[in-house]
């Protein structure tokens, strides 16, 4: 299983892209994929073929309409781990004694 975390922007729909994101939070949601969103990026979590398909998706949704898109990828692999995307923060909450914002 992978995590991935993912920004999406199209440069040409100015200052405020909140209807651009929610589209592809749509997508995402509606994907089965288990993921998290906050205000600076997503993290799916799945297999490689599963979360870059949503990618896929997303951009080719974002592409219809924009010109120019920038799109920024971090992957995270670690063979055999799944659920990471609650077991990592609840982990530090751990360590830290409390839970946290997320």
Do not use: N, Q
């Amino acid at each position: 299983m992978i995590m991935l975390e993912f920004s999406l922007v199209p440069l040409d729909k100015g200052p405020s892209i909140g209807a651009h994101v929610a589209r592809s939070l749509d997508l995402i949601d509606k994907s089965g994929v288990d993921y998290r969103f906050g205000p600076m990026g997503t993290v799916l979590e799945g297999t490689w073929d599963e979360v870059f398909g949503v990618i896929k998706r997303c951009f080719e949704r974002a592409s219809e309409d924009s010109d120019r898109i920038t799109l920024s990828i971090k992957v995270d692999y670690r063979k055999g781990a799944m659920s990471r995307l609650t077991e990592k923060i609840e982990g530090v909450e751990k360590r830290v004694g409390r839970k946290l914002r997320t």
